[in-house]
């Protein structure tokens, strides 16, 4: 039997700046398997087809032709209709990278008409100065873009974001009804651009089984709307879904209504489940040996796992396929003013993972039993490097964005060294935990490979509820962490909770004060209030009794079933301190108020701060272990090999013998001067390090090299100004 055409899809919305990688993951791996696949994204197929002026006139429109009650702030921009009209499309193509020289209009004239979202821009010579023109334009088009999503959604479409759609009707969905009713009413104007678009697709394709990724509950109902079309329209079109909103919210799915739109649901990682159904739909493969599949049988919704098949090894998935992803269409934005903050919207980045799952698998916060997380596996760096040269070669970007859970010490050690010795050049950031292996070499060896950001999970900041939360680090540790991250020039990024259970007020304003401190010592540039949410696959949603907070709801449903409602007795009002929590750190983020007594970010009376007011700088100045107890450590130089140079010159009438070794590297070149035997050591060691097939070397086997006639010990070696040069150019202890 023939194999079946594929279409891929993202329903809106998730990033302008770059696709969400699942559907690339899933076309590279099926067509290493002989199908043919298309993917689209219709995330930003759709925002660029409202936002052009054909688009915005249709917008208008029907705006004017709706009974709306418009806002002061909508009726304006209805005014400057024609404004918007004339600007747009020079706008996009400005995000789109496609005409900078737009930037000095944007930034120093009239040129965008602005609503409210331009109230915001006091600070916005501060930020860029003089000199960042495109950076500043680029910051304005972004409101006005913002101006229009509001004008849209208070009009025309409720559900419009540019980063998620209709959320609210998948968020906690334990009933089915509120996208039921939805989906049941007339498509709004929005929906039907959604519907054009796919039937170009369709017409184009011709598949016969399409596939949605639904990462997020704000693409499940554009997800289901485009379902809805293919069922009324090609009914012989199979239909599946996957992704994370279905690997979270639906894993006790009972709803049949939901299979009106889609045929099947699957589970976890989709390469597996997905192959199955396909040779199910070629007559090649039993329906009761699916994987991790929900299909409606005779009425009722089964969960159907009879396949004997271990899941796709993580070194097998191959690597993403980003061909017919409109690449050079993206918009880069930026909606807030920090240097990090900006890297999740602005710029084109492959997305890629180092390792499946995460190698931590213990906070109580997380949904740490499921397969995404629980499931550690590692790929080796030579083929993560081989991996990432392909992207390249297909894409042209040499950006990439590391999305694991949190990314492996270890494996990222590897990567940086396999990617130095390869000279692959590329930018990378991604996820990782604050713990104590990233030394500050390993930041300085990470820093050379082409990392410039990482985020990071400090949560609660307390070492009580760190400890409950069994994150396995320390208030200490996450400074001494993000300061050897920020001395080697790569930009930190901090995730924060409040409301854990058990937290106090007390604790809450503690939490403030060291997140304070590390803002005030430059350790981390940006920051992420999160509420703790209790979900139904973490420790704490599993046992909610352990962690001293009640499970109060939802009622059980056919449907979702992930964020659980809890009451927390023994803390505090958690959502009295959201928005002065949220207050201070945007301000923290722009250098501003540091030195404001905490009660400043709030309306009502808090508590005195109990933590010291010097725990962060006090930390950060304790000293690291001697080199000369870290025998076991790797060595590695990032540097070139230095050309010597003997001389010779007589002392109490002996002839001593000396050396220079000179150092050409990119930024500075630098001498040492050193005893010849000492320097012809050196230099032979250091050709060895850079060698194209440089060998593992500790500390101990290099000590094993050592001269034997030296003037010096190797411990005595270990404290001199020439190791401390060297150790200060780039020789690395890993």
Do not use: W
């Given at each position: 039997m023939k194999k079946p055409t594929i279409l891929l899809i993202t329903p809106p919305l998730t990033q302008l700046n770059t696709p969400y990688p699942a559907t690339a993951y899933i076309k590279g791996f099926l067509s290493g398997q002989g199908y043919s696949v298309t993917q689209a994204d219709f995330g930003i197929e759709l925002v660029l087809r409202m936002f052009t002026k054909a688009g915005l006139t249709r917008i208008f429109e029907a705006v004017e032709a709706g009974d709306f009650e418009l806002s002061d702030n909508s009726r304006r921009i209805v005014r400057l209709k024609r404004e918007y009209l004339h600007t747009i499309e020079p706008v996009i193509r400005f995000l789109q990278n496609k005409d900078t020289t737009l930037a000095q209009q944007i930034s120093y004239s009239r040129y965008l008409p602005e609503a409210s979202r331009f109230d915001q821009v006091e600070d916005i010579d501060w930020a860029f100065g003089s000199m960042g023109i495109t950076d500043r334009a680029r910051y304005l088009a972004t409101l006005y873009l913002e101006d229009l999503g509001d004008l849209i959604k208070e009009t025309i479409c409720p559900y419009f974001a540019f980063s998620r759609y209709a959320e609210k009707l998948a968020l906690s969905a334990t009933s089915f009804d509120p996208l039921e009713e939805?989906?049941?009413?007339?498509?709004?104007?929005?929906?039907?651009?959604?519907?054009?678009?796919?039937?170009?697709?369709?017409?184009?394709?011709?598949?016969?089984?399409?596939?949605?990724?639904?990462?997020f509950p704000g693409n499940l109902y554009g997800g289901l709307r485009l379902a809805q079309y293919i069922k009324a329209n090609y009914p012989h079109i199979h239909t599946l879904m996957g992704g994370g909103y279905p690997n979270t919210e639906l894993r006790t799915l009972r709803e049949p209504r939901l299979f009106k739109y889609i045929d099947f649901v699957t589970l976890d990682d989709g390469e597996g489940p997905w192959l199955k159904l396909l040779e199910y739909l070629q007559g090649e493969r039993q329906v009761d040996l699916l994987q991790r599949t929900f299909m409606l049988q005779d009425g009722q919704v089964d969960y159907i796992n009879g396949c004997l098949d271990k899941d796709i090894p993580h070194t097998e998935v191959g690597t993403p396929d980003y061909s017919d992803l409109p690449l050079q269409e993206y918009l880069s934005v930026i909606d807030v003013i920090n240097p990090m903050h900006r890297l999740w919207s602005d710029g084109r980045w492959n997305k890629l993972t180092v390792a499946h799952g995460c190698y931590w698998k213990r906070c109580s916060f997380c949904d740490i039993t499921l397969d995404y997380i629980s499931r550690y596996e590692t790929a080796p760096a030579t083929l993560l490097v081989d991996r990432i040269e392909q992207i390249i070669s297909q894409t042209g970007q040499t950006g990439f964005h590391f999305v694991d859970e949190a990314a492996p010490p270890a494996a990222l050690r590897d990567l940086a060294i396999e990617l130095l010795r390869r000279g692959v050049k590329i930018t990378w950031w991604g996820n990782i935990r604050f713990?104590?292996?990233?030394?500050?070499?390993?930041?300085?060896?990470?820093?050379?490979?082409?990392?410039?950001?990482?985020?990071?999970?400090?949560?609660?900041?307390?070492?009580?509820?760190?400890?409950?939360?069994?994150?396995?680090?320390?208030?200490?540790?996450?400074?001494?962490?993000?300061d050897g991250f920020t001395q080697a020039g790569i930009m930190v990024h901090a995730y924060l909770m409040y409301g854990f259970p058990t937290q106090t007020a007390q604790e809450t304003i503690d939490s403030l004060e060291v997140v304070r401190q590390l803002f005030l010592n430059g350790v981390i540039q940006s920051g992420y209030w999160h509420r703790f949410s209790m979900t139904a696959h973490s420790p704490v949603g599993k046992h909610p009794e352990k962690f001293g907070v009640v499970k109060v709801g939802p009622p059980e449903g056919d449907f979702a079933n992930n964020d659980l409602w809890h009451d927390d007795p023994?803390?505090?009002?958690?959502?009295?301190?959201?928005?002065?929590?949220?207050?201070?750190?945007?301000?923290?983020?722009?250098?501003?108020?540091?030195?404001?007594?905490?009660s400043f970010w709030f309306d009502f009376k808090v508590p005195r701060v109990t933590t010291d007011r010097n725990l962060i700088a006090k930390a950060i100045q304790e000293p690291a272990k001697p080199d000369s107890e870290r025998k076991l450590a790797r060595v590695f130089w990032l540097g070139n090999v230095p050309e010597i140079d003997f001389m010779m010159y007589a002392k109490k009438g002996q002839t001593i013998e000396r050396c220079v070794l000179t150092f050409y590297e990119k930024a500075e070149d630098f001498q040492i001067k050193t005893t010849a035997n000492i320097g012809q050591w050196l230099l032979e060691q250091l050709t060895l390090l850079t060698s194209e097939e440089a060998p593992a070397m500790t500390l101990k086997q290099l000590e094993e090299t050592y001269p034997l006639d030296a003037h010096l010990s190797f411990s005595e070696f270990l404290a001199s100004p020439v190791w401390f040069e060297l150790r200060e150019k780039g020789l690395l202890l890993l």
């Open positions: 939805s989906l049941q009413t007339e498509p709004n104007l929005v929906d039907r651009m959604l519907l054009e678009l796919l039937e170009e697709r369709l017409q184009e394709v011709q598949p016969d089984v399409v596939g949605f990724s639904i990462p713990e104590k292996t990233f030394s500050p070499d390993l930041c300085r060896l990470l820093a050379a490979s082409g990392c410039i950001a990482v985020s990071g999970g400090l949560e609660v900041a307390s070492d009580r509820l760190l400890d409950l939360m069994k994150k396995g680090v320390s208030i200490a540790q996450v400074a001494r962490v993000t023994q803390g505090t009002d958690h959502e009295l301190f959201g928005p002065g929590l949220a207050k201070a750190l945007y301000n923290f983020m722009h250098g501003v108020g540091l030195e404001e007594p905490l």
